[in-house]
Nanobody, 125 residues
Framework: QVQLVESGGGSVQAGGSLRLSCAAS????????MGWFRQAPGKERDGVAY????????DYADSVKGRFTVSQDNAKNMVYLQMNNLKPEDTAMYYC??????????????????WGQGTQVTVSS
């Protein structure tokens, strides 16, 4: 099973940017759906974006479209989430997750079965 470690969280002011990183290990880096999720205090965990490691197809939640970009570096087994124009409502714990159930299921947030420990993002107004 793949092991995932997130990094890059922090505190920024509204309008600022952060780049989250997710390092994957323990597997052959092929045919994974890699997702980014977030969970604010008292709220459910929501899917934010995903990328399919074969070919790089992506999709985003409506709340982050145009502001967040997910990318990958297959040579390094890394996935990134570039977050621009951050808003206070983006404040949450952000998690990297993965599954190998196929590209057609990358957008099925409930299918993700390997998780990192999370990294905190705090956006102040």
């Amino acid at each position: 099973q793949v092991q995932l470690v997130e990094s890059g969280g922090g505190s920024v002011q509204a309008g600022g940017s952060l780049r989250l990183s997710c390092a994957a290990s323990g597997t052959i880096w092929r045919s994974y759906c890699m997702g980014w999720f977030r969970q604010a205090p008292g709220k459910e965990r929501d899917g934010v974006a995903y990328i399919y490691t074969n070919g790089g197809s992506t999709d985003y939640a409506d709340s982050v479209k145009g502001r967040f970009t997910v990318s990958q570096d297959n040579a390094k087994n890394m996935v990134y989430l570039q977050m621009n124009n951050l808003k206070p409502e983006d404040t949450a714990m952000y998690y990297c997750a993965a599954h190998r159930l196929g590209a057609a299921r990358c957008g099925r947030w409930e299918d993700y079965n390997s998780w990192g420990q999370g990294t905190q993002v705090t956006v102040s107004s």
